[in-house]
């Protein structure tokens, strides 16, 4: 009975998934890529161009996921406002690296923020901004 309980009690270690991830650049032509990504190729690359600093990967571990594929879950989950698995079915990944990508990208752009939006300069803006509030 003792062996039975400890059997039962034993975890055994759940082998690891490794899914094909398909790159959406590769994947699909520019007209799909608008539709689905909200997004022309040129603006994906220029974006996976500024924000490649923060989101390269530097862990060294081979099941990490590359620039462009990190912008590209994050712009589909914004365009679509989707659940994050139906997004993570998309490209071949699990929904907690969905997840986890979606916060990074949007850590990533907070740190560009500063440089893209500035508060007013002179009194003129102010006026302007004053009649749009």
Same mark, same amino acid.
């Given at each position: 009975?003792?062996?039975? &309980?400890?059997?039962?009690?034993?975890?055994?270690?759940?082998?690891?998934?490794?899914?094909? &991830?398909?790159?959406?650049?590769?994947?699909?032509?520019?007209?799909?890529?608008?539709?689905?990504?909200?997004?022309?190729?040129?603006?994906?690359?220029q974006?996976?161009?500024?924000?490649?600093?923060?989101?390269?990967?530097?862990?060294?571990?081979?099941?990490?996921?590359?620039?462009?594929?990190?912008?590209?879950?994050?712009?589909? +989950?914004? =365009?679509?406002g989707? +659940?994050?698995? =139906?997004?993570?079915?998309?490209?071949?990944? =699990?929904?907690?690296?969905v997840? &986890?990508?979606i916060?990074?990208?949007?850590?990533?752009?907070?740190?560009?923020?500063?440089?893209?939006?500035?508060?007013?300069?002179?009194?003129?803006? =102010?006026?302007?901004?004053?009649?749009?509030?």
């Open positions: 009975m003792a062996v039975l &309980r400890h059997r039962r009690l034993q975890i055994l270690p759940r082998p690891r998934l490794f899914r094909e &991830r398909q790159n959406p650049l590769e994947l699909f032509d520019d007209l799909e890529l608008y539709t689905k990504f909200r997004f022309t190729r040129e603006g994906i690359f974006l996976c161009e500024e924000l490649n600093e923060f989101l390269q990967n530097t862990g060294g571990n081979g099941g990490s996921l590359s620039v462009s594929i990190q912008v590209c879950l994050a712009l589909r +989950f914004f =365009a679509t989707t +659940f994050q698995d =139906a997004v993570g079915e998309l490209i071949g990944v =699990a929904q907690p690296t997840s &986890r990508t916060h990074r990208v949007i850590d990533a752009l907070l740190q560009l923020l500063p440089i893209y939006v500035h508060p007013p300069d002179s009194s003129r803006d =102010a006026t302007v901004n004053g009649f749009i509030q």
